[in-house]
T-cell receptor
């Protein structure tokens, strides 16, 4: 079936550096999401994105975070600069319509040292 | 306030039995959508089944079914004939608003299910 792909699966960086997490959503999907999960715990919503713009973001979506999907390519989450508390697994999800259950990627484990 | 609560931290069952996982939710909206996902040991998150608040019939997909008790704000997941590969963490999630709205999923803390041979 259709899959959401996330690249890389694991990223290790030093605190203060910039990181970009890449998501290749299902090709005909229109809605995109980022979620954060710390150590197998609760999934926390970060942001959703539709028609080229952010629709809603949570308080976890700090000023250092940004998302974009230039020219229908990867949907990216950029963190600049990174902090220790940004260490987590970041999941990308996409859905065709707003009412549909999002399909999730396998996550990118971000380790900030 | 929006909230999803899963009180069972972990459940252990024998293979081929039926298991029920509990989930209660809080919402001010009259329209909402409830989802169950599972997260496998590899971290993969898989959508299982959904229930729309306006539907009275309990949803069923394969060996998954829901026990939707709207007056109690409860949406239990029932897995019949459990298999070893059903071992995973099961998350209940809620989305508020109408079908055309684009709003976030609110997640419970998850229930770890172990199916023993």
């Amino acid at each position: 079936g259709p899959k959401v792909l996330q690249i890389p699966s694991h990223q290790i960086i030093d605190m203060g550096q910039m990181v970009t997490l890449n998501c290749d959503p299902v090709s005909n999907h229109l809605y995109f999401y980022w979620y954060k999960q710390i150590l197998g715990q609760q999934m926390e919503f970060l942001v959703n994105f539709y028609n080229g713009k952010v629709m809603e973001k949570s308080k976890l979506f700090k000023d250092q975070f940004s998302v974009e999907r230039p020219d229908g390519s990867y949907f990216t989450l950029k963190i600049q600069p990174t902090a220790l508390e940004d260490s987590a697994v970041y999941f990308c999800a996409s859905s065709l319509g707003a009412g549909q259950a999002p399909l999730f990627g396998e996550g990118t484990r971000l380790s900030v040292l | 306030a929006q909230k999803v609560t899963q009180t069972q931290t972990s459940i252990s069952v024998m293979e081929k039995t039926t298991v029920t996982m509990d989930c209660v939710y809080e919402t001010q909206d009259s329209s909402y959508f409830l989802f169950w996902y599972k997260q496998t040991a590899s971290g993969e998150i898989v959508f299982l089944i959904r229930q729309d608040s306006y539907k009275k019939e309990n949803a069923t997909v394969g060996h998954y079914s829901l026990n939707f008790q709207k007056p109690k704000s409860s949406i239990g997941l029932i897995i019949t004939a459990t298999q070893i590969e059903d071992s995973a963490v099961y998350f209940c999630a809620m989305r508020e608003g109408e079908v055309g709205d684009n709003s976030k999923l609110i997640w419970g803390l998850g229930t770890s299910l172990v199916v023993n041979p």
